[in-house]
T-cell receptor, first 114, second 113 residues
């Protein structure tokens, strides 16, 4: 089934550990995004990528890094997790970043940092 | 991107039309109005978008006022599965934009039997 997959579904992580959240799409979309969702704050953009090989910072990029080596994959890395990064993380993609195309969202990763 | 204002919550009877309002009084000429919804524990789902004309698809209708300062999402026959948080978002479309969506608090729609 075409769409976006995220892994893991959920994770409990000790503070200070490194963690990579995986995101893969099979729709050959150029643009991909990472959002975090916290209670009472809605979804906020962490990083984005307009096309393979390029990335950009969103609203809340500190403590996170991304890479876009190919069209399909857009991993999000927490180099040294902190409790404030406890959140639900959603990956999304769209055919392009500049047109009116809709964004397709993955099922999310629930991350708890202790 | 323009700020939007939505009611915090609304109720609707199953089978009736759900009308969700959104105020975007500072919208500019190149900003589109988008609606997404998020069913509990799932990722957001696109519903519909428009620039200035009313739009309809298999999920909903979007009515945009002539001055574009407000809009209404209409679910014509709400079902229990339409219970969700509905987000009204305005974004610039065009070259050089990131495509990012700015989510506000949305409207929690509760469809009741």
């Amino acid at each position: 089934i075409a769409g976006i997959t995220q892994a893991p579904t959920s994770q409990i992580l000790a503070a200070g550990r490194r963690m990579t959240l995986r995101c893969t799409q099979d729709m050959r979309h150029n643009a991909m995004y990472w959002y975090r969702q916290d209670l009472g704050l809605g979804l906020r953009l962490i990083h984005y990528s307009n096309t393979a090989g390029t990335t950009g910072k969103g609203e809340v990029p500190d403590g996170y890094s991304v890479s876009r080596a190919n069209t399909d994959d857009f991993p999000l890395t927490l180099a040294s997790a902190v409790p404030s990064q406890t959140s639900v993380y959603f990956c999304a993609s769209s055919p392009t970043s500049y047109s009116y195309n809709e964004q397709f969202f993955g099922p999310g990763t629930r991350l708890t940092v202790l | 991107d323009a700020k939007t204002t939505q009611p915090t919550s609304m109720d609707c009877a199953e089978g009736r039309a759900a009308n969700l309002p959104c105020n975007h009084s500072t919208i500019s000429g190149n900003e589109y109005v988008y609606w997404y919804r998020q069913i509990h524990s799932q990722g957001p789902q696109y519903i519909i978008h428009g620039l200035k004309n009313n739009e309809t698809n298999e999920m909903a209708s979007l009515i945009i006022t002539e001055d574009r300062k407000s809009s209404t999402l209409i679910l014509p026959h709400a079902t229990l599965r339409d219970t969700a948080v509905y987000y009204c978002i305005v974004r610039v479309v065009g070259s050089g934009n990131t495509g990012k969506l700015i989510f506000g608090q949305g409207t929690t729609l509760q469809v009741k039997p």
